[in-house]
Every structure is written in structure tokens, then in C-alpha cells.
């Protein structure tokens, strides 16, 4: 158990529709980041947050917001879902930004776009 | 991008050593080379780091070259559950600043009885 929670676990909803995916991170953790995983793209990174505020972005869509609160947990908002938009998403923590700060990873989301 | 290469894939006997390579021939000093494994759909497992010096924990070795350009992660005594994707990611800062992790391919290994 990383200490990371994701919810929910699995969701399933029709193209075109707006879905919101949420992470906890650990405590004390101050940085968020939000993965995607496809079967044809493998694991890539979208966005970060540290400390509420926008760090880094990735390979993230215009459909796509992401968010993170005082309480540090973060939100990542899919709309105008595709069918491509199916994969796994993971968010992962990590005390700050540093190149020596181990990202901890949660359990998933597996989105199904029908 | 930070580019990293691995075999695709790697067998290896339960209860045998597990010496899993990765070639980074074009890492710089200041990057941090990173392993983790993922069990079938879970999340990515955080396994090692290091950046000049060899790292030991309870979970895995790694052994980084003098040159850098290249490691490897052993795991001593392999178990079923060993069986994963394994990740090597060299971590820096062009790497958007140094925050986000890119992950190639990295080498299923399959530990078989």
C-alpha cells in the first residue's frame, strides 16, 4: 500500500460525457501527478501540481483539467469523452518537486469509454 | 525526452538471482536513475534509486556503472511475485523540470518455478 487512494476505482460511462476522477495523496506529500496509461501509448505523464499550484504539464489533452485543492487532494476532470480516452489512470505524490523525491504511486482508475 | 533501453523480456528461476539491465548512454550528472516494476493493471511500485553510488534496500541492488551510462537491478532471491513489468527511468532536469517520470517499454520478466 502506497498510502496514495484513488477513486473510483473503475468507471464506466458513454462518449461525450464529463467524468471526475480523484486522488489522495499521502500525508505530507505536497505534489500530485496525474498518469495515463493506453494499451497502444504506455505510462505518460499528463500534469502536476505542487502546493495547489499548476508545476508541469505533459502530454495532456484540452479536454482535460486537473486540479488541486487546499487540502491537497487533486481532481482530474475528462469531458467530451472519446473512446480513446479508455485507459488507466494513475496519480501519484511526492513530498515536493525534487529529482530526489520518489513518486508513490495509486492503484488506478480504469476509465471505459463506450 | 529521457530515453532509457531494456531487453523486452527476461525469465528467470524462482529463488535465483533476477539481474535486470538498462542502458542510459546519454544521461548527464545530475540525473537520478529510477526503478520500478508494475504488477499486471496496478500502480506502478517504486523500487530503487540511485545516482553516482550502488543502493541496497530491503527490496532490490542496484548497481550503477562508473560511467553512469548504464545499471542494473537485481533482485537476490526472485519469487513468483516477482513476475512484472520492470521500468528503468533516468530523471533530470530537462525533464520538465524534473518532476514527471517517462517510462519506455520496460522489460517483463517472468519468474518461473
Known amino acids: 500500500d502506497s498510502g496514495v487512494t484513488q477513486t473510483p476505482k473503475h468507471l464506466i460511462t458513454a462518449t461525450g460525457q464529463r467524468v471526475t476522477l480523484r486522488c489522495s495523496p499521502r500525508?505530507?506529500?505536497?505534489?500530485v501527478y496525474w498518469y495515463q496509461q493506453s494499451l497502444d501509448q504506455g505510462l505518460q505523464f499528463l500534469i502536476q501540481?505542487?502546493?495547489?499550484?499548476?508545476?508541469a504539464k505533459g502530454n495532456i489533452l484540452e479536454r482535460f483539467s486537473a486540479q488541486q485543492f487546499p487540502d491537497l487532494h487533486s481532481e482530474l476532470n475528462l469531458s467530451s469523452l472519446e473512446l480513446g480516452d479508455s485507459a488507466l489512470y494513475f496519480c501519484?505524490?511526492?513530498?515536493?518537486?525534487?529529482?530526489?523525491?520518489?513518486?508513490?504511486f495509486g492503484p488506478g482508475t480504469r476509465l471505459t469509454v463506450l | 525526452d529521457a530515453k532509457t533501453t531494456q531487453p523486452t523480456s527476461m525469465d528467470c528461476a524462482e529463488g535465483r538471482a533476477a539481474n535486470l539491465p538498462c542502458n542510459h548512454s546519454?544521461?548527464?550528472?545530475?540525473?537520478?536513475v529510477y526503478w520500478y516494476r508494475q504488477i499486471h493493471s496496478q500502480g506502478p511500485q517504486y523500487i530503487i534509486h540511485?545516482?553516482?553510488n550502488n543502493e541496497t534496500n530491503e527490496m532490490a541492488s542496484l548497481i550503477i556503472t562508473e560511467d553512469r551510462k548504464s545499471s542494473t537491478l537485481i533482485l537476490p532471491h526472485a519469487t513468483l511475485r516477482d513476475t512484472a513489468v520492470y521500468y528503468c527511468?533516468?530523471?533530470?532536469?530537462?525533464?520538465?523540470?524534473?518532476?514527471?517520470?517517462?517510462f519506455g517499454g520496460g522489460t517483463r520478466l517472468m519468474v518461473k518455478p
Open positions: 501519484a505524490s511526492s513530498r515536493g518537486g525534487a529529482l530526489s523525491d520518489t513518486q508513490y
Open positions: 546519454t544521461i548527464s550528472g545530475n540525473e537520478y
Open positions: 500525508s505530507g506529500d505536497l505534489s
Open positions: 527511468i533516468h530523471r533530470g532536469p530537462k525533464d520538465n523540470a524534473g518532476n514527471m517520470l517517462t
Open positions: 501540481y505542487y502546493n495547489g499550484e499548476e508545476r
Open positions: 540511485g545516482l553516482k
